[in-house]
């Protein structure tokens, strides 16, 4: 479980769930977001996976010697892009993930969860000054739709992200050691959250 504190000033956080196979086994994660401790959504259907490659590219980007160190100095400007592009011929905001859950119907949505890299540029100095300087960061925006289509948004560093996804990915490996389930139905706060959900259209971000 990872707790963000968003621009809002609310919390959202974020619980991996258990998949189970019909045998019982729990093998795979879905993701459970919650806002100030209430219900908000449920997304990426087994996306354990996708969470740890992400984990895992953003960990090369981030080391010493690694092609973004020679362009972000600061480590915590270092973030992945995408596959087989080169560091700046990248989109604008590269995308790291985006998870949704949809029912077994593919009809409606019962949140979303997005996370994308943005660069800002800052001057720093004196306005109007040739002694000043323009300051380029890079920074992961993480938002979340909940079911009632209400966002939220949180920016996290690299060292942030990191923390994030070492969270998430060592609750779902707990959960995956856990013992064998006597079930073969959906998983409960799941199943609810889905009967919940609508579409994704005219949602609102709370900033």
Known sequence: ?????????????????????????????TLELRRDGDAFG??????????????????????????????????????????GAPDGEA??????????????????STGELRCTVRTSSLWVGRQQSAAGRWRVARRAVLEAWGAGGR???????????????????AEADRLQRRPPLRRTGPIPAVQSLAG????????RLER
């Open 42 to 83: 449920a997304v990426g259907e087994r996306c354990g996976y996708f969470l740890a490659d992400v984990a895992a590219r953003l960990a090369a980007a981030r080391a010493d010697g690694s092609p973004h160190a020679a362009r972000w100095p600061d480590p915590e400007d270092r973030f992945p892009v995408r596959d």
């Open 151 to 169: 966002g939220v948004r949180a920016v996290l560093t690299s060292t942030e992200l990191v923390r994030f996804l070492d969270g998430l990915l």
């Open 91 to 108: 989109a604008r905001d590269p995308e790291l993930f985006a998870f949704r859950y949809r029912d077994r119907g593919d009809v409606m």
């Open 196 to 203: 919940a959900g609508r579409s994704g259209r005219n949602r």
């Open 1 to 29: 479980m990872r707790t963000l504190r968003c621009l809002d000033g609310s919390a959202l956080t974020v619980v991996p769930v258990p998949s189970f196979d019909r045998g019982g086994v729990p093998y795979e994660v």
